[in-house]
């Protein structure tokens, strides 16, 4: 697993407002922490941290260079967001062993063109993302998914992923990953639903009615 590399700062002091002062200088606050150490108050630039969220986000091992101390290899945890601006506010780094066991969540991308596709069906892509044990250097940063061989009626399940010996997916393994259904059985799901929705409101009327006239 390719290794990014950040660049920090420690950061003196904490609270809102040196927080605020640090991200008006251009700088993003953050915290270091695990191993049983003591928390490292840092800051960032925003240019390095948004290269390591295009990079891989948090599956992604990180040589961090602290300025004036040592060298660590660590992991982003959280990262906060401005909902309104959508700027970074805060980041979270934990330190990792590279032969530690690590659980996370690690996305799946899909490759290849489905032929069950090509004949009208269409793709329904439901879990995107698979839960995973590992030593860290051996984290992927995303899981490739070969969809070339299904068609109309055919599936992918946890199960039918392949992985190295030495990563344990926690999912379910007859969860259903991906699969090419026709229009015909979407369109009777949809009328299904429609139909319980239907039948339901009813109900609820009478219900209201009858206690409205018990009232």
Do not use: W
């Not at 090509?118 to 044990?133: N, Q, S």
Request: aromatic letters at 2%; one cysteine or more.
């Amino acid at each position: 697993m390719e290794q990014a590399r950040l660049e920090v700062e420690l950061r003196e002091g904490s609270g809102k407002g040196l927080a605020r002062a640090t991200r008006r200088s251009g700088y993003v606050p953050g915290i270091l922490y695990g191993h049983k150490q003591a928390p490292l108050s840092i800051k960032m630039l925003k240019k390095g941290l948004r290269s390591i969220l295009h990079s891989g986000g948090e599956n992604v091992l990180i040589n961090m260079d602290i300025k004036g101390s040592v060298s660590e290899t660590v992991m982003l945890k959280e990262i906060q967001v401005d909902p309104a601006t959508r700027d970074i506010m805060h980041a979270d780094f934990m330190r990792v062993s590279l032969e530690e066991l690590i659980t996370t969540h690690v996305p799946i991308m899909l490759v290849g063109t489905a032929p069950g596709v090509k004949e009208g069906g269409v793709l329904e892509f439901l879990i995107r993302e698979l839960r995973i044990e590992c030593q860290a250097i051996r984290m992927p940063e995303h899981i490739e998914l070969d969809i070339s061989s299904l068609n109309i009626g055919d599936q992918i399940r946890v199960a039918d992923i392949k992985l190295e010996d030495e990563i344990t997916v926690h999912d379910d393994p007859v969860t259903i990953i991906a699969t090419v259904v026709s229009p015909t059985v979407l369109k009777e799901a949809a009328e299904e639903e429609e139909t319980v929705d239907e039948e339901k409101e009813p109900e609820v009327i009478e219900r209201r009615r009858e206690e409205e006239e018990e009232g």
